[in-house]
C-alpha cells in the first residue's frame, strides 16, 4: 500500500522586544535564575498585565509579510493548564480572535515552488523552564523566560515530506530575521517548531492519526524527526496496529521520537477570554503606516539580484536566504565587487569558514571592502585564482588589505606577454620530443609545458595567458 504524509507545523518566534509581553522585566538571555522576574510575570494576586505595543507591531508585521489577513479588534485567551513552570496555571494566549490569519508562503524544493497555508499567526507568552539536576532526584523552576512575547505561526497540513517541513522553516527564520521581529537564534530557543504529523493511504482524503512532535529547535532536527514520524507511522498500519494521537519528544542522539503524553484538544484547555485584557484595537491607517514600513523581504530581493545583479535564481536565493549575508553582499558590490565574482566567494570560501568557526559572517574577519579588493586583483588578473586564496587566509590572519599582502609577498601574477612568450619559446625549443607528441595526437602533453612554465614563473604566470602562448606555438 502506498501512503502519504500529512505535516503542519506550529513555530514558535520568540519576539526581539527589550522587555516581557505584559511587564517590564528584561527578555535578555543568560541572567541568573528568576532574575528577570516581577509580581506580573510571577502570577501574583492583584498584579495586572499591560500589553507590550511594540509586540503588537510586530505581529502586524509577519501577518503582512505573509499575507494574512489582520484582525482589528483581536483578543486574548486564557489557556488553562497546569505544569510546574506555569505560575498562573494559565497561559495568555489567543485563541478565537488571533491578530493575522489566513496567510501563505512559498517554498522552493528540488521538487519546485509550493504555497504553504498558514491557517494563522497568534501572540503569546512563554512559559518558564523546568531545571532538573543531574541525579534526577530534584527539578527547579526558573520563571525568566515566563511572560516572553512569541508569535505563534500554524501552517495548514500542506506539508507532504520532511524536505517540505524543513524548507519551510528556513523560510519563516528568513522572515522573521528580516523583518527584526525576532532574532532567530535557535540555540537560545529563539525559534521552536511543534510538527504535527499524520499518514493516510495515497488518494484518501480523510487525514490519519497524528502525532504532535514538540520542541525541535534545528532545521536538520525537524527533517529527521518528520522522517522519523512518517516511517513510523507507516510501519504501525503495516503491521496493523492502532496509532493513538499523543505527543511525543525528538531524541537527537539516538534520532527517535518517544511518547511524552497522549495529545490534549482544544476544548481540554478550557479557553476563555482574559477578563484583564481588553481587545487589541488596531485602525486601518496603522495597518498601512506598517505595511509601508516594511523592508525589502528575501522574494523581492532575489528577484532584484537575478534581474540587477545577473545572478542565478539559485545563487540569489542562497544569498538572500540570511539577512546578514544579502547585507553584507550589498556592502562589497558598493565596494566596487563584481557580482558573480563576490557571490562565488560568499557561497564559497567565506561560508567554508563559517562552517568551520560556527561563527556569523561578520565574525569571519574579512571585511566587504577587503573581499571586494581581493576579488579585484582577481578580476584584473594581477592574482591567480590559487594565489587568491592563500590571499584570503592572510587577510583573515594579519587584517590587511590584499593588494598590501600581494605586494609585501611578491604574489603579483606575471602577465606580461613577451616575458611569458620568450619563456614559452625556450622551453619548446628545449622540449622537441614533447612537442612531437603532441602534435601527433597526444595532447595531454600540454599539461607538461603549463607545468614547466609554472615552475619558472614561481607559480605567479597567468594561467589563461600561459596555455594560451603555448596552443599558438604548438599548434603552429
Request: aromatic fraction near 6%; hydrophobic fraction near 35%; proline fraction near 5%.
Amino acid at each position: 500500500m502506498e501512503f502519504e504524509a500529512v505535516i503542519g507545523l506550529e513555530i514558535h518566534a520568540q519576539l526581539a522586544t527589550a522587555s516581557k509581553l505584559f511587564c517590564n522585566c528584561p527578555t535578555s538571555f543568560g541572567a541568573a535564575p528568576n532574575k528577570h522576574t516581577c509580581p506580573v510575570c510571577l502570577g501574583l494576586p492583584g498584579a495586572l498585565p499591560v500589553l507590550n505595543e511594540q509586540v503588537q507591531e510586530f505581529a502586524v508585521q509577519l501577518g503582512l509579510a505573509t499575507h494574512c489577513e489582520i484582525r482589528l479588534d483581536s483578543q486574548f485567551a486564557r489557556k488553562n493548564y497546569f505544569y510546574p513552570d506555569l505560575p498562573k496555571a494559565y497561559q495568555i494566549s489567543q485563541y478565537d480572535r488571533p491578530i493575522c490569519e489566513h496567510g501563505w508562503v512559498m517554498i522552493e524544493t528540488e521538487g519546485g515552488s509550493k504555497r504553504i497555508g498558514i491557517t494563522r499567526i497568534h501572540i503569546e507568552e512563554d512559559a518558564g523552564k523546568l531545571v532538573h539536576d543531574e541525579a534526577g532526584e530534584s527539578s527547579f523552576v526558573d520563571l525568566n523566560r515566563a511572560g516572553t512575547p512569541l508569535l505563534e505561526i500554524v501552517s495548514e497540513p500542506d506539508l507532504r515530506t520532511p524536505e517540505e517541513a524543513k524548507v519551510y522553516m528556513e523560510t519563516l527564520h528568513s522572515l522573521v530575521t528580516y523583518l527584526g521581529v525576532s532574532e532567530g537564534d535557535m540555540e537560545k530557543g529563539h525559534l521552536r517548531c511543534d510538527a504535527n504529523v499524520s499518514v493516510r493511504p495515497k488518494g484518501q482524503e480523510q487525514f490519519g492519526v497524528r502525532a504532535e512532535v514538540k520542541n525541535l529547535n534545528s532545521f536538520r532536527f525537524i527533517q529527521q524527526a518528520v522522517a522519523y514520524e512518517i516511517d513510523r507511522h507507516r510501519e504501525e498500519l503495516l503491521d496493523g496496529r492502532k496509532l493513538i494521537q499523543e505527543t511525543r519528544l525528538w531524541d537527537s542522539e539516538r534520532r527517535v521520537t518517544f511518547s511524552m503524553r497522549s495529545k490534549e484538544e482544544a476544548e481540554e484547555y478550557r479557553y476563555f477570554p482574559d477578563p484583564d485584557l481588553p481587545l487589541v484595537q488596531l485602525s486601518e491607517a496603522r495597518v498601512a503606516e506598517i505595511r509601508n514600513s516594511l523592508p525589502e523581504l528575501p522574494d523581492a530581493k532575489q528577484e532584484r539580484y537575478q534581474q540587477e545583479q545577473g545572478l542565478s535564481s539559485y545563487d540569489a536565493g542562497v544569498l538572500v536566504a540570511s539577512r546578514e549575508t544579502a547585507e553584507f553582499f550589498e556592502e562589497t558590490l558598493v565596494e566596487g565587487a563584481e557580482p558573480k565574482l563576490a557571490c562565488n566567494w560568499i557561497m564559497g570560501d567565506l561560508t567554508r569558514v563559517m562552517n568551520e568557526s560556527g561563527c556569523g559572517i561578520r565574525e569571519t574577519r574579512i571585511t566587504p571592502a577587503q573581499l571586494a579588493e581581493l576579488t579585484d586583483l582577481l578580476r584584473k588578473g594581477e592574482i591567480s585564482s590559487k594565489i587568491a586564496k592563500s590571499v584570503f587566509e592572510e587577510v583573515r590572519n594579519s587584517g590587511k588589505t590584499p593588494a598590501r599582502i600581494v605586494e609585501e609577498k611578491g604574489l603579483k601574477q606575471v602577465s606580461d606577454i613577451s616575458e611569458l612568450g620568450r619563456l614559452a619559446d625556450e622551453l619548446i625549443a628545449e622540449n622537441p620530443e614533447q612537442v612531437e607528441q603532441y602534435r601527433a595526437g597526444k595532447t595531454k602533453v600540454l599539461g607538461f609545458f603549463v607545468g614547466q612554465m609554472m615552475k619558472q614563473t614561481k607559480g605567479q604566470g597567468n594561467p589563461q595567458m600561459i596555455n594560451q602562448l603555448l596552443r599558438e606555438r604548438l599548434d603552429a
